[in-house]
């Protein structure tokens, strides 16, 4: 079948020189990823010189064909924990209104079989009407996915064929120029019903029509298609392309045409530009079929692992420019995709040592790259303040409770990337086996990132995709579930259970009226989907506060004869003859 390769330079800061870092995907017979590759069944070839495999490691980025629907307990930066990172691509003016609908239900069950670890994008090129970034909300991409529309037109021409095809290449490689994944490969899966394949049209000349005069404006030169390949390379981004209107040429399912007839009427070959795509990405086009989603069934198949290799650069392929790459493998029945050529970044002076690890923990708030020396976990509630704002109840927690910590930190992201609030642990939080911090929010979707580093050097940083709204449920509001522990009389929040017999199910409830019909019903489900049925259902108990119309509600969750897995406890509530509303938390059995 085939390999996915994307390559991809990492710094590692305990040897010199650095190793280059060549992720991909090994693809056997049968359509599944490769799991058992040793250094020598790989062959990695930079400028056309062999490069020996110092090192090979598998990573498992996603579960294949998973629909159980469960949340995503907490953020880690376990390996074990990584998710795929994939980007819907939609050049909705090259597909017909009411084309759009092949395209539209496949996505739809595409969401479905992903794993919820799985993080996903959408965006409409080269306009951008429908954008939605990198999220593990996968209902949010189904709501936004629901306003995509074919925009193309019937009559189009050479000249706006070109055009349309040099704004959605310029829109793509700014995309991958501002989207990074580090967390793994990011996967672009990009839909077209055609794209132009080299120049739109022949330079104007004397004498010729006014709407021959566009031709010029509208040439598309390759370098176009060069840098989206750049960008890729730089954004660790490997390639499907997928052309659309297979079937339904004027938008009926009912009535088959072929793929010439469902495309814009324009006299350049439709498909010429998708090839040249998938080509200059390493990348494979594929038809869009309408047999339960199969070519993105495919999709979820291969991109579920991928390999680590490690080589060795020179000091002067270190220039930050494209080199020419290739990887092959040593097995029958298999074949490998790679991407063209590696982009090696220079360092940060010829000949100098790496730069020096973040000394704080607040200095690893402020990067990107994942941070896994220490493994931690985090996770953040939101919940009402007492002046009625949101507050955002955070928690960090280190795998090694035996670890000390020397610094910690808790950021909260919004969407464009701006730093909303912040804690950094004092002095006397050190000696914590838990770290937990109040971070006031305006409502919106942010990331939480945690962040420690222990007495022996080592650091660890983990996100979290929280959402800072309250739940409502008739004229109440809902804050978020929260699982724990009952110990001395309080509440300890906890993430991941081993033989406790019970888990403590806590959550807030707001604006509770007076008098009649203020009576709260509840109940707590603990399953193994968001949705399947209860494995058992549990009541509740309702307390007052210090605050008049805040109460909160506790029950006790029968956790001792679980198997090892994941989770969900449910907590319906309402007021009688109102409304009930649901909020939701998963979590972990280890043992």
Sequence with gaps: MAVLLVAVLRADQNARPDPLLIDFAALGKDGRPLVDLRPEDVTVKIDGKTRPVRSLRLVQVGSPLTASGLPTP??????????????IVIDDESILPGNERNAKESLLRFLGILSPRDRVGLITVPVGGVHVGLTTDHNRVRQQLQLF???ASRNENDSEAACRSRQTLQALASLLGTTRSEEGPLTIIFFSSSLVGGRGAEAPVLGVPNSMLMSRRCELNPEEFERVARE????????????????????????PVTAGAAIPRASANPRAGLEHLAGVTGGKLFHLTNSEGDTLNRIVRETSAIYLASVEPEMNERNGAPHQLSVRLGRPDSEVRSRPDVIIPRPSSIGALPAPAPETANDLLAQSRVFRDLPIRGIGYPHRAPDGNIVVLS??????RTATMQSAAIGLYDAGGRLVNRWSAQATDLNRKVFGARLLAPPGIYRLR????????RAGTADYEVTAELESAGPLKLGALVLGLSRNGTFEPRLQYTTEPVAMAYVEIYGRPEGAGSTITLA??????????????????????????????????????????DYVVRAIIGLENQPAGRVFRGFRKVG
Aim: proline share 4%.
């Design 524 to 565: 707590f489900e603990l399953a193994t989907s968001l949705n399947g049925p209860a494995l058992v259902t549990m009541p509740g108990v309702v307390s007052a506060t210090e605050e008049k119309d805040k109460f909160v509600v506790n029950a006790a969750i029968p956790i001792g004869g679980l198997t090892a897995g």
């Design 395 to 400: 928690m960090l927690e280190p795998l090694d």
């Design 450 to 457: 945690v962040a420690a580093i222990d007495t022996n050097g």
């Design 232 to 255: 890729a390379a730089g954004a660790r981004a490997f390639f499907y392309v997928i052309q659309t209107d297979v079937i339904g040429g004027v938008g009926s399912a009912a009535e």
């Design 149 to 151: 529309v074919g925009r």
């Design 74 to 87: 907490f953020g880690s930066n376990d390996a074990a924990e990584v998710g795929r990172s994939l980007y």
